[in-house]
């Protein structure tokens, strides 16, 4: 596939001062540069994919910031600015004072090739929203998507551009969105009643709006889609279960509610009685998580996607890629976190021992994929950098989690499980084991290491914690001693 990339590199080398630039000329691989930062005091800075680079040694002052400035366009509310007639942006930061006393200089592209993999979904007229990291490629591919639909099938597309950002700086919009029309917005803040009005005055069949980020803005898509425009945009957040957690843009999706279920049902779906659901049909048919320029996950269907997130079920979505022969290649993937059988209930490393005890069928590539994962560890009074380095040792992988219901295993010293604090005893009722440490003592750690982690392998967790289940069938109380003799430290449960 030949991927043309349109980054007219030197509209924005020309904007820094000589002795910035000439480095920049200099270097092999400037094409793949992404920014260059300047900041009062500190030394010039390009960033790459790879490597960052220091461009001189001599500080950045105050003309260095004032050249720059004098030769792009004005500073906008949002404090950016870029070159006209390119895809470059151009961004402040500032003092108290207001004066700005560092640049980021962004290098922006249009990369021709990206949209090939969504391409289907945008020509059947669906309401698409893509997801992903910063620099990842969501505007890139907003562009390529305003393109294919106002020349290749010939719709009204107007763009609704806050920062200029899609189309580029100037009253001319950059080649790179075709023919679509595009509609500046005069500070972020408007950018929602921009896109009422473009529905109202220009008569699109296509809305493309970047940075969904308020309520204001949700609420304005919601009604865009609700007149039967195809709205393409873009949101703050990595995946959809993010966009699920987000109170601010969750309406994109179907608005979250809490449910509170009889005792009877509770019982049935072997849930708590207050649940999550979905209040409203989703303002996007289609989410489109960007992994990369050239890689997404497609969830085709956001009302089973997140009806199945929330239910706490396998979650079904599609993997696609554009391969070296520029064709798109797709595999189906199934979230494996999830029981199958009579019973939905959540698979974890705790759960997962009494539920084979009780009889429960258990999804076993599920179990396998869970094995394959690192422990999520919580931490409580531990010294996080001391096993850290304690892991590092052992050449073992530890995630550290900050919400208590998605941990593995609870880790306290002592001390603090004598005093029974609520974080206790909320894992306690959650049923999380939990491993007690005498103190934060490396020895002590890596003690703990080696009774979760036996022989290297994460699958022996599990059969740790069945083995001692196994042991104290009829186990009522809440402490599980180490063997006598030992000096082992704890592991706590919520027993039976």
Avoid at 24 to 39: A, F, K, P, T
């Amino acid at each position: 596939m030949q991927r043309v990339v349109s980054n007219e590199l030197d509209a924005l080398l020309d904007i820094l001062p000589p002795h910035i630039r000439e480095p920049l000329y200099e270097q092999s691989g400037r094409d793949e540069l992404l920014e260059v930062i300047l900041d009062l005091g500190r030394l010039p800075e390009a960033r790459f994919p790879r490597q960052e680079l220091i461009l001189n040694s001599k500080e950045v002052d105050p003309s260095d910031i004032d050249y720059v400035v004098s030769r792009v366009g004005e500073f906008t509310g949002d404090n950016r600015a870029g070159i006209e007639r390119t895809l470059h942006r151009i961004s402040a930061v500032r003092n108290r004072n207001g004066r700005i006393i560092g640049l980021t200089c962004r290098v922006g592209r249009a990369v021709f090739g990206t949209v090939k993999m969504i391409q289907d979904l945008v020509e059947l007229g669906k309401n698409v929203l893509l997801l992903g990291r910063p620099g990842v490629g969501k505007t890139t591919m907003l562009r390529e998507v305003a393109r294919v639909l106002a020349d290749d099938l010939k719709k009204r597309v107007v763009v609704i551009d806050t920062s200029n950002e899609i189309a580029g700086d100037g009253d001319i919009p950059h080649p790179a969105i075709g023919h679509a029309r595009r509609m500046q917005v005069a500070t972020p803040a408007m950018q929602h009643a921009v896109m009422i009005e473009a529905v109202e005055n220009h008569m699109p069949e296509v809305i493309i709006i970047d940075e969904i980020g308020t309520e204001l803005e949700a609420q304005a898509a919601r009604t865009i889609a609700e007149r039967g425009v195809q709205l393409i945009g873009t949101a703050h957040g990595n995946t959809l279960e993010n966009l699920i957690l987000n109170p601010t843009l969750s309406d994109l999706i179907g608005g979250i509610q809490t449910v509170t279920l009889g005792d009877e049902e509770a019982r049935r779906r072997h849930t708590q009685k207050s649940i999550l659901e979905r209040k409203a049909p989703p303002t996007f048919d289609v989410v489109v998580e960007i992994m990369d320029y050239y890689k997404v996950t497609v969830h085709a269907n956001v009302i089973d996607a997140v009806d199945a997130t929330l239910h706490q079920q396998p979650v079904q979505a599609e993997l696609r890629w554009v391969d070296k022969n520029g064709n798109v290649e797709r595999e189906k993937i199934t979230s494996p976190s999830m029981l199958e059988g009579n019973q939905r209930l959540v698979l974890n490393r705790s759960s997962e021992p009494k539920l084979r005890a009780k009889g429960v069928a258990i999804n076993e590539e599920a179990v396998k994929e869970l094995e394959k994962q690192p422990l999520r560890f919580y931490l409580f009074g531990i010294n996080r950098s001391r096993l850290e380095q304690v892991a590092g040792v052992e050449r073992e992988i530890l995630k550290f989690v900050a919400d208590l219901k998605q941990a593995d295993l609870f880790l306290t010293t002592r001390s603090y499980y004598r005093r029974k604090p609520q974080k206790i005893r909320d894992a306690e009722a959650l049923g999380i084991p939990i491993y007690v440490l005498k103190n934060n003592d490396a020895a002590q750690m890596r003690r703990c290491l080696d009774t979760v982690y036996p022989v290297t392998s994460q699958s022996a967790y599990v059969h740790h914690l069945q083995h001692m289940i196994a042991r104290h069938p009829n186990l009522n109380t809440n402490k599980w001693e180490p063997e006598p003799g030992s000096k082992g430290s704890s592991i706590v449960t919520r027993g039976n």
